[in-house]
């Protein structure tokens, strides 16, 4: 099988290009900048412009889309850049469109999640065999979070917010089962084996690190507040990754040599 990544060069795209080596795919990967490397074969395609797409998508028997703008441009990339590709994938004559998403787009009110929630939109509707996984936050994003909160000393937080964050790696698994199984037609969701209270997050994380930062705890207000501390980023499917925010705590800091 021959696979276009799109995001290939992102956290995510980074675990997924060696699960799909492993098992005997060929992948295009795409991203926006010339890239070379053994593993695949790199095409520069900008979703924004729709530069490059018809001739990455040629030639392909299926397109894992993990590109995303979170932080700017959000709906020229992942929606009206997402209708983009799935029109040059159903011209070049793709036969399964698999589509990363998040779990809780549909629960919590967020901007971006808007945006994720009208891009499924674009696949379901469009000309080529779909399914969607929507995964959890990955451990390094709550990281990410966690430093952003605590730029000024204090780690800044509701201390009731749920997580359930899920290794990017066993999230490509799954991928790669999907890719597998072929077109579902589904919104399948994946998370992590534990749901974590924010406040256990930040203890363990401050273990880690043998920092002694205080938590500040504030109440986020509204109906998102209500969203997060309901467990709207959490999932009950099964089966879950296996790998915790502890094991992935021991991975950054704890020198278990896997990162
Ligand atoms: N982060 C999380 O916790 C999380 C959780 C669940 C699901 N997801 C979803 O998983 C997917 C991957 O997330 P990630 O964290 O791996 O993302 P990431 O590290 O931010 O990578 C984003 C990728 O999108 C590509 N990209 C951005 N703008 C583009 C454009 N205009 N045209 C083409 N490519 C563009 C970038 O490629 P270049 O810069 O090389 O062009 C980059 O490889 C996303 O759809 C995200 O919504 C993320």
Redesign the pocket.
Known sequence: MRVLV????????RAVLPRLAEEGVTVRA????PRHDDRAEWVA????TGEGLAEAVTGVDAVLH?????QRGTHE?DVL?TRRLVVAAGHAGVRHLVY???VGIDRVSFGYYRH?LAAEEVVKAGPVPWSILR????PE?LEELLDRSSRLGPVVGDRAVLAQPVDPVEVAARLAAMLTAGPSYAIEEYGGPQVLRFDEAVRAWRAARHSRRPLLPVRIPGRVGRALRAGGLTTTATPTGARTWADHLADTYGGTGRK
């Open positions: 799109t995001g290939a060069s992102g956290r995510l795209g795409m991203s926006r900048h395609a900008d979703l924004a993990l590109a995303s703008a979170p990339v850049g990363v998403s998040i994720k995964a959890t936050q990955f994003f």
